[in-house]
């Protein structure tokens, strides 16, 4: 498949098992739980605080290979979107499809006139921090012993106006 092949769309509520099995194959025990993907499903509308989108083969709309997920920060001064997670099938990440759910995000920010984007990143996490720098994202502040372990934070931005 080439990357002209994938097309985005909006999650629907009955992708929900297949996005859970992409989050679980990715972040194991640290998945949203199935009622928790439900809710932010459910909540897809014409204005969402949330928006979950997925990647899917233009000859497979139903299989999702990919979803992002983000929510709308109203900040008045500088609304932005943060990034709450992007997760791809181990059997696609060869496929660019990543690169096409950010570059959705972004042309969807640009759209909504955002300020920019957000993403937390864990620091010992160097492919995702490779692949947002790749994107135009700096790096606007860590946050130590942000997680459990006692890992930091990266928060990774990128300016769009």
């Known amino acids: 498949m080439n990357s002209d092949a994938i097309t985005i769309r909006p999650a629907r509520v009955s992708d929900l098992d297949a996005l859970h099995r992409l989050e679980v ?44 997920c983000w929510k709308r920060k109203p900040d008045a001064a500088a609304p932005a979107y943060e990034i709450l997670d992007l997760s791809v099938g181990k059997l696609y990440r060869e496929e660019r499809v990543e690169h096409a759910l950010l570059a959705d995000a972004i042309e969807r920010a640009t759209a909504d006139e955002m300020f920019g984007i957000a993403v937390n990143v864990a620091r010992a996490n160097l492919a995702a921090a490779a692949f947002y720098l790749s994107h135009g994202f700096n790096v606007g502040h860590t946050v130590e012993n942000y997680y459990a372990d006692g890992t930091a934070m990266e928060v990774f931005l990128k300016r769009i106006r």
């Open 25 to 68: 194959e990715c972040v194991g025990g640290q998945a949203l739980p199935p009622a928790q993907f439900r809710w932010l499903l459910e909540s897809q509308g014409p204005d969402p605080s949330f928006i979950v989108r997925v990647a899917v083969d233009a000859d497979r709309p139903d299989e999702p290979m990919g979803f992002i």
